[in-house]
């Protein structure tokens, strides 16, 4: 039965794949906003972007709505991967094909990401890693085949959030590596009001997570798919 409903969701029409997109990406902001709106740190710190890396809202031992958060990521997670392999269809082949590997490897890692929060490092590091190492490379990948020619029904304006992401998420990766090994658990007193490193990585993912809402909604309004 499985064999058989996978081509009929892989079939999806443009709005049905662009309402996926859009509901995945609201899962994954409501289950980030809800845990950090009840988030007590180890001094008893409130939650905040500017200060406190994005898995630490998942840390189960110390985030009360961690798994709130760890379940959006993996509801989430699912509803892109597989927004990115009914797009992927839709694309010209090579395109498809670089789509359909990078979605594999980000959205398995991602994915990873909330079955294995911050209480399993340092698993949890590795997944992690991985996915912001290749995530930017889906968002990427689109906008370098909107550039290779003409591609009525997908605007040009799609390469601004596209291209956009990629050197928030460079710089995270680098700012990361330079930083390492980096301890989470710091108290408040021993945070910087603003630490460069996990505002750059919030900075990628909500850079890549307004690509995806913008395609899904240029998507939403198709009833047709438009030629590769």
């Given at each position: 039965m499985?064999?058989?409903?996978?081509?009929?969701?892989?079939?999806?029409?443009?709005?049905?794949?662009?309402?996926?997109?859009?509901?995945?990406?609201?899962?994954?902001?409501?289950?980030?906003?809800?845990?950090?709106?009840?988030?007590?740190?180890?001094?008893?710190?409130?939650?905040?972007?500017?200060?406190?890396?994005?898995?630490?809202?998942?840390?189960?031992?110390?985030?009360?709505?961690?798994?709130?958060?760890?379940?959006?990521?993996?509801v989430?997670?699912?509803?892109?991967?597989?927004?990115?392999?009914?797009?992927?269809?839709?694309?010209?082949?090579?395109?498809?094909?670089?789509?359909?590997?990078?979605?594999?490897?980000?959205?398995?890692?991602?994915?990873?990401?909330?079955l294995?929060?911050?209480?399993?490092?340092?698993?949890?590091?590795?997944?992690?890693?991985?996915?912001?190492?290749?995530?930017?490379?889906?968002?990427?990948?689109?906008s370098?085949?909107?550039?290779?020619?003409?591609?009525?029904?997908?605007?040009?304006w799609?390469?601004?959030?596209?291209?956009?992401?990629?050197?928030?998420?460079?710089?995270?990766?680098?700012?990361?590596?330079?930083?390492?090994?980096?301890?989470?658990?710091?108290?408040?007193?021993?945070?910087?009001?603003?630490?460069?490193?996990?505002?750059?990585?919030?900075?990628?993912?909500?850079?890549?997570?307004?690509?995806?809402?913008?395609?899904?909604?240029?998507?939403?309004?198709?009833?047709?798919?438009?030629?590769?």
């Amino acid at each position: 039965m499985v064999a058989r409903l996978v081509p009929r969701f892989l079939e999806a029409g443009p709005r049905e794949a662009g309402l996926l997109g859009l509901g995945s990406t609201a899962i994954i902001l409501a289950g980030a906003s809800v845990a950090g709106l009840v988030y007590s740190g180890s001094a008893g710190e409130p939650y905040s972007p500017l200060n406190h890396f994005i898995s630490e809202l998942g840390e189960l031992s110390q985030s009360r709505l961690g798994a709130v958060y760890d379940s959006g990521i993996v509801v989430g997670g699912l509803g892109l991967g597989s927004f990115l392999a009914i797009l992927a269809r839709h694309l010209t082949e090579g395109a498809g094909r670089a789509i359909r590997a990078a979605a594999v490897v980000a959205a398995t890692s991602g994915i990873l990401t909330g079955l294995l929060p911050m209480d399993f490092n340092p698993v949890h590091e590795v997944v992690s890693g991985v996915f912001f190492v290749s995530a930017w490379s889906v968002a990427a990948v689109f906008s370098a085949w909107l550039l290779a020619g003409r591609r009525p029904g997908f605007p040009r304006w799609l390469l601004v959030p596209g291209l956009g992401c990629v050197p928030f998420f460079a710089g995270f990766v680098l700012a990361y590596a330079a930083s390492a090994p980096i301890d989470h658990r710091a108290v408040a007193a021993d945070r910087p009001d603003v630490w460069a490193v996990p505002l750059l990585e919030w900075a990628a993912l909500l850079s890549l997570l307004s690509w995806f809402a913008a395609l899904s909604l240029v998507l939403v309004r198709r009833r047709i798919w438009p030629a590769a």
